[in-house]
């Protein structure tokens, strides 16, 4: 699929809803068809030849909107080719491909959107095609605010602190959203090292013998390696200007930027993602001399510093009362670093082999599992400690009622799927429609794939297969949520260099937030408040179209493992 190009121009139903990019041909197929008045459809191949014919399901009730909607079911169409589906007085579809290795352009775009979030750098249109810009950000003349000031750092004291990848449609840079990002694309590499080896996303150092996702992680990676007090080892919670940039690009903006206090979360994250990258950077020595080793040393040295300052928190208010100049960028706010520390806890036993790490930390294994978010990160030493278990012969005792609790909570996903509008697990509450609900269909796509990975049950990856269906356009907005895919695609969203580089279409591979009823961005633009269809594709609303690097990690994970898996 050509990047930024539709793929049909005739018009097509918006009311048959299904994966815009395509289908695997062992897989399930599944569209869902809108209305109640229908009974059958066919699946066509170009030529208008009826290749498959089928009966529509039974109605179901959307739970939010009332609407009625029918589940097309063509898995027995195998055969590659391109299709379109066609239901009797409604229309046809857009044009869909089944083949292998279809989410293969999803997922590397996905992963080069990171790319295209590089602070401090030049994007060339050798890599970066038509949305080549200049560096903006050097970031070597950081100012240390005064709610930082530590022994040797006084106020306004310059430090550098270049690279690392802008958070969202924003321009700042924060610990606490890099930690969750970082841990999901290193367990990403962690869980399925081999297909890496030849994963091509086009960057300045794709010909280094080092995977491209590594290359990519290690940009930011290094950017968070400044971010640690080197006198003491704690982490400074965000590198940000006081006020937001304006919708302009990167290398318009010259107002100062500062690192901001020192807290605990912050400090647990990165000492999370260090963990975990200097055990998987220890394989690749020859090329990166020391980075492993720095990266240990500032985790053990992290682990330290929140040892010692359990229940520093980073409040943006008091910080704002007490000191100047204000703040007003994202908070990243967290009043509880119980999930940080056990997640810290269990990359460092996994990085270390010493169960000492998690004494004294509650596991929360016989309470139900959270879907991971930037402020609650419990379930991703879940998945650490999964993955490790065999490598450090973990007990029964330990690991057991951990898998049992991933596997309990994507079990309470799969309840009643059949009786879902869409036939997803994403959506069946409208707590899922919260700020980045793409993300957390990817998220509990992920959850599925770890029960899948446990259990070998395919329920779990069929299931986890749905919501990558919802996120490329089987859902209730109609739109595929990934820039640059898809026959109704997401061509406005609230990211600054989209808007501001004059170009028509955004920069692609980047995950919009989706359906948000709470809109508080107050666009006026929005056509529904049905927490499904809560979505405007229009660079006002950062409450439903704004992109962040956390919502862009699981979109990668979950179709970079589905390929994976299908694969194998």
Known sequence: MQIGKPLVAQKYSSDIRLNQVGFYPAAPKIAVVVGDNFTDFLVKDPSGKAVFKGKLGPARQNQHSGKISKVADFSNLKKTGKYTIEVSGLGKSAVFEIKAKIHREVAEASLKGFYYQRASTDLPEKFAGKWARPAGHPDHKVLVHPSAVSDGRAENFVISSPKGWYDAGDYNKYIVNSGITMGTLLSLYEDFPLFFENFNTNIPENNNSIPDLLDEVIWNLRWMLTMQDPADGGVYHKLTNPRFDGMVMPDQCDKPRYVVQKNTVATLDFVAVMAQAGRILKGFEN????????????????????????????????????????????????????????????????????????????????????????????????????????????????????????????????????????????????KDYSWGSSSVAANQGIALLYSYKISKDRKYLNAALGNLDYLLGRNATTYCFLTGFGSKRVMHPHHRPSVADGIEDPVPGLLSGGPNPAQQDKCKTYTSKFADESFTDDNCSYASNEIAINWNAPMVYLAAAIEAIMEQ
């Open 287 to 430: 090329k990166l001399p020391g980075l492993s080793d720095s990266c240990l040393v500032a985790a053990v040295k992290g682990w330290e510093w929140a040892g010692k300052h359990p229940d520093i928190f980073y409040n943006q208010d008091e910080v704002n009362r007490k000191f100047d100049p204000d703040v007003v960028t994202g908070a990243y706010g967290d009043r509880n670093a119980a999930d940080e520390r056990f997640w810290a806890a269990a990359e460092m036993y996994a990085t270390t082999g010493k169960a000492d790490y998690l004494k004294n930390i509650d596991l929360k294994s016989g309470q139900p599992m959270t879907l991971p978010t930037w402020s609650m990160v419990h379930a991703m030493g879940y998945y650490t400690l999964i993955r490790s278990a065999e490598r450090l012969k973990m007990e029964g005792a330990l690991i057991d009622p951990i898998r049992n609790n991933v596997r309990r909570f994507a079990d309470g996903l799969l309840k009643d799927i059949e009786k879902q509008p869409y036939h997803t697990v994403m959506g069946k509450t409208a």
